[in-house]
């Protein structure tokens, strides 16, 4: 008999601003980092530079997303390019055709999509 499947809770800390806070969240247990770019509002908003800062200063086994509210295959690929996350959170809509270019030019990256739930059509096509 083998072991029972043990869960796991992974715990994302976002709005991460500082080098000194991405490392307080990961001595506190942090599965990742969320790192906002440049938006339209909204709290937590911090410099491409910065984030590159934060993205490689962490060890390679935390996670560090990305936020980011392009829209287009390109604008996600230069918005990730000045940043160098190894994960990429897409905060608005986007055609499907996007997809399929990010797995084309960033084949090591993860891809995570928001979904803002307004109603059932949200969810269900």
């Known amino acids: 008999m083998c072991c029972p499947k043990v869960e796991v809770t992974r715990v994302k800390i976002c709005c991460i601003s500082s080098v000194d806070e991405a490392n307080i969240a990961i001595n506190n247990g942090a599965w990742a980092l969320g790192l906002v770019g440049n938006m339209p509002s909204g709290p937590g908003i911090i410099s491409d530079l910065t984030i590159a800062q934060i993205a490689s200063s962490v060890p390679n086994h935390i996670k560090t997303f990305l936020l980011t509210n392009e829209t287009t295959a390109e604008g996600i690929i230069a918005h990730h390019r000045k ?12 055609d499907l055709d996007v997809y399929g270019v990010l797995r084309k030019e960033l084949p090591e990256i993860s891809i995570v999509q928001v979904i803002h739930v307004i109603d059932q059509s949200s969810v269900m096509p």
Do not use: E, F
């Not at 190894?86 to 986007?94: H, K, R, S, T």
């Open 83 to 94: 940043t160098l996350t190894n994960m990429i959170q897409i905060v608005d809509a986007v």
